[in-house]
């Protein structure tokens, strides 16, 4: 068990471009959610699946953002024409099928510039 | 809609017990969390507890709800200067989604 992986730790990007985070889950996590973290704030949810299906998205996730999980293991979250407050952390996170406990990976920073 | 709310800050002295407090909104709360972040890091889970329950401990850590105030506090014995980070109270409600605190940064005093 390597625990949630998150991949690239660190993103510096300029306005207007796009970029990618990738999440890999703890094996057999069927559940994966998405997090955005800023200076001073508590984690706030974006997005969570079951398996492949996308099954909750909050507001907060513009039609900048898209989340995909196609083959329901690891997922990724494109955010297209960044913005400077898209400047965050990015967490992932992971439980089992009828879990209680879910599992944080060490985030994605993105800085835009 | 959920909300969850902490002090943001509290010193102690290394050795003495820490208690840090939490309150949320959401009466279909399930599962209640306390996460620990150091800088630069992700969530660490450090304990969670059904709503059904009043009390956990696990080592130095004892957890306390009060689902009628809708209160929750993490005791932290022993307190070590490792100790030192940002701690975050979290709910689940009825659905998926988990909805944290603004967190608590704890100050250890050597």
């Known amino acids: 068990d390597t625990g949630v992986s998150q991949d690239p730790r660190h993103k510096i990007t300029k306005r207007g471009q796009n970029v990618t985070f990738r999440c890999d889950p703890i094996?057999?996590?069927?559940?994966l959610y998405w997090y955005r973290q800023t200076l001073g704030q508590g984690p706030e949810f974006l997005t969570y699946?079951?398996?492949?299906?996308?099954?909750?998205k909050s507001r907060l996730l513009s039609d900048r953002f898209s989340a995909e999980r196609p083959k329901g293991s690891f997922s990724t979250l494109e955010i297209q024409r960044t913005e400077q407050g898209d400047s965050a952390m990015y967490l992932c996170a992971s439980s089992q099928p009828g879990g209680d406990t879910i599992y944080f990976g060490e985030g994605s920073w993105l800085t835009v510039v | 809609g959920e909300d969850v709310e902490q002090s943001l800050f509290l010193s102690v002295r290394e050795g003495d017990s820490s208690v840090i407090n939490c309150t949320y909104t959401?009466?279909?709360?399930?599962?209640l969390y306390w996460y620990k972040q150091e800088p630069g890091a992700g969530l660490q889970l450090l304990t969670y507890i059904f709503s059904n329950m009043d009390m956990k401990q696990d080592q130095r850590l004892t957890v306390l709800l009060n689902k009628k105030d809708k209160h929750l506090s993490l005791r932290i014995a022993d307190t070590q200067t490792g100790d030192s980070a940002i701690y975050f109270c979290a709910e689940k409600g009825g659905y998926q989604k988990v909805t944290f605190g603004t967190g608590t940064k704890l100050q250890v005093i050597p």
């Open positions: 094996s057999e996590h069927n559940r």
């Open positions: 699946f079951q398996n492949e299906a996308q099954l909750e």
């Open positions: 959401d009466s279909s709360s399930t599962y």
